[in-house]
Structures are given as structure tokens and as C-alpha cells.
């Protein structure tokens, strides 16, 4: 049998052994074509970048930042700065300028990797101010500029037995509690904390999860999520170690392509883009007409009432509905899809009945940045309850709900602290070394676990009541119309929303009944959009308690993202600078 796997790099030497007849190990597209690599290739790559590394004089603790989207090369770099002993900083790609400067000054990163011309013209004014920063790597080639297969080269060059016995004994000197990386939070409030994580706050999840859900090495594996998001992270990871093929995207523009290209049988995804796929259906069944129309959303309706406890009629007629339709829903995603492992936010729940129901097993987990990240999920092996985001993974972990509802947590995955910033660390991890998640939550008899909102984001209407903005914003976002919704009203009688239409069905929708336009801002000015907007609004308000309702509503045409700042990198709303952005429309709503 082979070794024991407790550091990450373990995987290499397993995955060689193991699968090393696998050419699509990893797999990246460029310019039109697959580029794949086998597990030795994949060491070989590391263990060279290793020596280079230590070539250049880095050395054990020393830090090294990836500013990349998914790709081969991040998880080059991330093994071979692991088994050198180097801390690996991966940066998401659509920060801000400040964000990125706060970064990798905080880090005390001396190397920089950056995926292209773009992020390199970006970055290198950024990285010239900071003193410690030796010099910025691309990993496309461009002309002039240092490319990350120079450094390949040079450890290519010094691969003597001498220089291979000291990367050896670094490997040896590594702990599974030694710290592999440094991840920096959202920082939905404030500047982002870096989070340190172990070799074993990873590996742990990763030996509880394959005994949870059933994948080897004839599965395929899509990768969209930022790989330097903890989820997609350590997804890769158990992908490494059972044997997945693992297929990195070309970018959400591109998913669907590479969906029905690559087939993929399992891929991690957060809400939104389920919610996405879910609009594309539901746009195309609209533009049926007569006995399809009817059927397509006969077949809907059957969805939307999915249920584990359901009798034999039900299926008999879900089992109808799969072969008219739903076998055609799967096709758009490659026909394949076995598993489908949502986190990062909160997924409501007649959107996962509805793929349950359409024949996707959508597997809702739970968990944060800081817990690196699964605590639970819901699973073949332990059960899935729609609404809930399942059990605990491990024996080992624990949860406790307090008093005042919040989550707390203790576990082998829970973080070392915040990097320089004991303060702060000890703000989440109390004395008895309870990590407060900040998340209201409760767990049912059987164990598994409720997320309702964040601490945070409750506020009290004047009337006393509180309102949990999540819940009511997800219900909004199922609507084919509404691409993001933002709700508040601390304070104020009920609760109101400002709301990004979604302008691709928007724009289809202005089309079929005449109304004419400039711009989306023209569009949205239109009372008949306001009213179409308002009249989904009420209808989801029927499916709220009284005092949740939804009053004044104002819509805007902007689109919010992490580099406009009104989203964080993982897609969730800084509620501050969305306050701030539309103080004066919120007054204004509310003085109705």
C-alpha cells in the first residue's frame, strides 16, 4: 500500500503510484485545444519549481502569492511551495487595487505569479512599491516579462542528487500542523484578515468526504469556482486523491461550452450559478408553444414538489416527466452529472427541489474560509434533507448553537488564527476555543444543520420585529427577473429592496411586447418594467410572514461585482458599501 497522505504533497507521490496511466490527471484549455497532464508530469513540474525556488534563495515560511484563475499551473505552484516549505497566498483576481496592495504587503509575499498580460500590467506598479517583493511571474507568455518556466528551468539545471536530498529533508522537517496556506477572507467588512491553514485543516476533510460521497478515478471533474476560494480548494484536493479528472474551465463565459465539451460526472458551485441555469431553462421553456409549453411546465410543476417521502404515483409520474424532459435539462450540462456540491451562500430550497426533481443530486454544504472550509454537507452516505446543509463530515468536529442562535464550532479543521493579527483571532475563538461563525443557524434531531442568516444582517423594522435579509433576498433571486436584490429597512415600518433586474431575460422579455429602449438604464425607467419587477415582488411576497413582506422597491441597472466593490470575491453583498452607493435612493424609497 502506499504511504500516508498527512501534507498535501503526499498526494504527489500517491497519484503516481496510483493513477499513473491517467493523461488527463489535470487538463487546461488554450487556444482551442486540451492541454492535460499525467500525475508524473505533474510531480516532475513540481519538484523542479521546488528546487528553483530554493535556488533563488527562498526558504522555508517564506511567502508566495498566485493571482490566477483555475489552471495547471496554480496547483503546480501550490505543491511545490508546499513541499519547500513555502506559505502559498492565493489572491482572488477581481479585487481592488487597495485590496491587492493590503495584500500582499500584509502577506509578506516575496514572489508573485499573475496568469496573464492583464494581471500583469495590474499588478507590477502594485508590487514595485512593496520592498520584499523580488519579482512578478507570468504563467501565459508574454513578451518582456519573466515567465514562471524560467524558474522550472533553473530547478531543471540544479536537479542534482545533492539538491534533491535537501528538498528531502525539507519535506521531512514538515509537520501536518505546519501552516500550508494563507487565505485572505472576503472582507465584507473592512480590509481582509489572512487566514493560516494547515496541511491537516485540508487533508482532514478530504478523508472524511471520500468516505461520504462515492467518486473515483472514472469520474470527471469541471473546475469554475476560484480555486483560491477554500470550497473549490479542497474539492481539488479530494479530486487529487481519489483520482478525478480534473478540467479547468475557461471562465463562466464559457461554462456552458465546456459543460457538453468536457461531460463532467461531479463539480462544486455556489447558488448563483445554479440559479443562472435555472433561468436559461425556464427562458427556454417560455418560448414554447401549445403541447410542449404545456408539458414543459407540467414536468416543472412535478419538480417543484420533489420530496424523498413521496409515494409511487409521484415517481411514476416524475419517472414520465424524466424521459420527456428532464434527461433533455441534464444534456445542457453534459448528461453525465452524477454530484453537484453547492456552498459559498445559502441555496433556497424550491430551487434544490427542483433540480432533486429534475435528476440532478445537488449536495448543499456548509462552512467558512475560516473552517477551511466544509463543516457539513448533505450526502449519499448520511442523507440529504432539502432546506438544510446537512451533518457534521467528522466524529471529530462539534457544533454548538448559543443562546442567542449563532453557530459555534470546534473541529481539526478550524484554522491556526488570523496571521498577524492575534486580536482578531481571538474576537472569533473564545477561551474555550469555540470558533463564533457569525452564522444564526439550528440543528434537528438527526443532527443536521439550519443556516436562517447572519448575525450581522439581522435588523429590527420599527414595529420590533426582525428581519433576516438572506432568506428573503434568495426568494427574490429565484425570480427569472431578478438577478440580485439587496434588502433593508432598519428601522423603517417594512422592509424595502433595491434590485438589479437580469437584463438577458429582461432584454427578450422588452422585445416580445414592444417596449423600446436606449439602454438598461431607458429600460428600467419604463413603468411597464417597473410593474413587471413589482408584480414578481407581490407574488413572492405570498410566501413571506406578514412583516417580512417587501414595501418600496427602487431598480437600478448597475451590475455588482467583487471588482466594483459592492460584492466580495466569494459573491456575497457588502451590505456597507451597497448603503453608501445608494444612500440617497434609499432615502428617497423610504420617504414614500
Not at 469554475?224 to 478525478?244: A, K, M, T
Not at 461585482?561 to 444612500?583: A, D, F, H, Q, V
Not at 440617497?584 to 414614500?592: H, P, R, S
Amino acid at each position: 500500500m502506499t504511504q500516508s497522505v498527512t501534507r498535501v504533497f503526499d498526494m504527489l507521490d500517491r497519484a503516481v503510484e496510483l493513477f499513473g496511466d491517467k493523461d488527463d490527471y489535470l487538463a487546461y484549455k488554450q487556444d482551442g485545444k486540451w492541454t492535460k497532464y499525467s500525475p508524473q508530469q505533474y510531480k516532475d513540474i513540481a519538484d523542479y519549481l521546488s528546487i528553483g525556488l530554493l535556488q533563488m534563495g527562498l526558504k522555508p515560511g517564506d511567502k508566495v502569492a498566485t493571482i490566477t484563475g483555475n489552471r495547471p499551473e496554480w496547483n503546480f505552484i501550490d505543491m511545490a511551495t508546499a513541499q519547500a516549505g513555502i506559505v502559498h497566498v492565493p489572491i482572488y483576481t477581481t479585487i481592488t487595487e487597495e485590496e491587492f496592495q493590503h495584500i500582499l504587503s500584509h502577506s509578506d509575499s516575496v514572489l508573485v505569479f499573475v496568469a496573464d498580460k492583464f494581471l500583469y500590467n495590474k499588478i507590477k506598479p502594485i508590487a514595485d512599491k512593496i520592498e520584499r517583493i523580488k519579482n512578478v511571474y507570468t504563467f501565459d507568455k508574454v513578451e518582456g516579462v519573466p515567465h514562471w518556466s524560467e524558474i522550472m528551468q533553473l530547478g531543471m539545471d540544479n536537479a542534482s542528487e545533492e539538491n534533491y536530498k535537501k528538498l528531502s529533508e525539507i519535506k521531512n522537517s514538515i509537520s501536518k500542523d505546519d501552516v500550508l496556506s494563507i487565505l485572505y477572507t472576503s472582507g465584507t467588512t473592512g480590509l481582509a484578515k489572512g487566514v493560516m491553514l494547515t496541511h491537516w485543516n485540508f487533508l482532514y476533510q478530504v478523508y472524511q468526504v471520500i468516505d461520504l460521497v462515492p467518486i473515483g478515478p472514472d469520474d470527471v471533474g469541471l473546475s469554475f469556482l476560484p480555486i483560491c476560494h477554500s470550497l473549490e480548494r479542497v474539492v481539488n484536493y479530494i479530486f487529487q486523491y481519489v483520482g478525478v479528472s480534473i478540467y479547468y474551465a475557461e471562465g463562466l463565459h464559457k461554462l456552458g461550452d465546456n459543460m457538453k465539451e468536457v461531460r463532467p460526472t461531479i463539480f462544486a458551485t455556489v447558488p448563483r450559478v445554479l440559479e443562472r441555469i435555472y433561468d436559461k431553462i425556464l427562458a427556454k421553456g417560455n418560448q414554447l408553444e401549445g403541447a410542449k409549453r404545456k408539458l414543459f411546465f407540467w414536468a416543472l410543476d412535478l419538480a417543484k414538489r420533489f420530496d424523498f417521502s413521496n409515494g409511487i404515483g409521484y415517481k411514476t409520474q416524475l419517472a414520465l416527466a424524466d424521459t420527456i424532459i428532464f434527461t433533455q435539462w441534464r444534456k445542457a450540462v453534459g448528461g453525465r452529472v452524477r454530484f453537484i456540491v453547492s456552498g459559498g451562500a445559502k441555496l433556497e430550497p424550491q430551487l434544490n427541489r427542483i433540480f432533486w426533481g429534475a435528476g440532478f443530486k445537488v449536495l448543499e454544504g456548509y462552512g467558512l474560509t475560516e473552517t477551511a472550509p466544509v463543516i457539513t454537507v448533505n450526502n449519499p452516505a448520511k442523507g440529504v434533507k432539502i432546506g438544510s446543509v446537512g451533518p457534521r463530515i467528522g466524529d471529530e468536529q462539534e457544533i454548538l448553537i448559543a443562546d442567542d442562535g449563532e453557530i459555534l464550532f470546534k473541529g481539526p479543521n478550524l484554522m491556526k488564527g488570523y496571521y498577524k493579527d492575534e486580536e482578531k483571532t481571538r474576537e472569533v475563538i473564545d477561551e474555550q476555543g469555540w470558533f463564533h461563525t457569525g452564522d444564526i443557524g439550528h440543528l434537528d434531531k438527526d443532527g443536521f444543520l439550519y443556516i436562517t442568516d447572519r448575525k450581522k444582517e439581522i435588523f429590527k423594522l420599527k414595529s420590533g420585529k426582525y428581519i433576516a435579509p438572506q432568506p428573503i433576498e434568495n426568494h427574490l433571486q429565484s425570480s427569472m427577473y431578478i438577478e440580485q436584490a439587496f434588502v433593508l429597512g432598519l428601522n423603517q415600518k417594512m422592509p424595502g429592496a433595491i434590485i438589479v433586474p437580469n437584463f438577458e431575460v429582461l432584454h427578450k422579455w422588452a422585445a416580445e411586447n414592444g417596449i423600446e429602449y436606449t439602454d438598461n438604464q431607458d429600460l428600467i425607467s419604463k413603468s411597464e418594467v417597473f410593474k413587471l419587477i413589482k408584480d414578481e415582488v407581490n407574488n413572492i411576497n405570498k410566501s413571506l410572514a406578514s412583516y417580512e413582506k417587501i414595501g418600496p422597491i427602487r431598480l437600478v441597472a448597475d451590475q455588482w461585482s467583487p471588482g466594483t466593490g459592492e460584492l466580495s470575491p466569494t459573491l456575497k453583498k457588502r451590505r456597507r458599501i451597497l448603503n453608501e452607493k445608494y444612500k440617497d435612493l434609499i432615502a428617497e424609497m423610504f420617504a414614500e
